[in-house]
């Protein structure tokens, strides 16, 4: 299995982008996705997750701002990211179990895409 994720990028005040997370090799897109993110010096953090029935879920730091989507059809996790501010700087990454019929354990990474607030 692999996730690369795109759509990274710098952006001004107010600026949006939209990240894109395609997955291979799962069965089936039903299982759980999420994004987690890494700024310099900082530990990584978990930001948004898609559970297997397809809720989302955010963290405080992100919500009203960001959007977690899937498309099932092309097993594509996507992240809206809307009112950048300079604490939005990071390496954004999605993240998923080993097979689609796994408990919602993070154990696959991409390889990240970087954020920058100008």
């Known amino acids: 299995v692999q996730l690369v994720e795109s759509g990274g990028g710098s952006v001004q005040a107010g600026g949006s982008l939209r990240l894109s997370c395609v997955a291979s090799g799962y069965t089936n897109s039903r299982y759980c996705t999420a994004w987690f993110r890494q700024a310099p010096g900082k530990e990584r953090e978990w930001v948004a997750l898609?559970?297997?029935?397809?809720?989302?879920t955010y963290a405080r730091s992100v919500m009203g701002r960001f959007t977690i989507s899937k498309d099932y059809a092309k097993d594509t996790l996507y992240l809206q990211l809307n009112s950048l501010t300079p604490e939005d700087t990071a390496m954004y990454y999605c993240?998923?179990?080993?097979?689609?019929?796994?408990?919602?354990?993070?154990?696959?990474w991409g390889q990240g895409t970087q954020v920058i607030r100008a």
């Open positions: 993240a998923a179990p080993p097979t689609a019929d796994s408990p919602c354990t993070f154990t696959i």
């Open positions: 898609i559970s297997v029935d397809g809720r989302s």
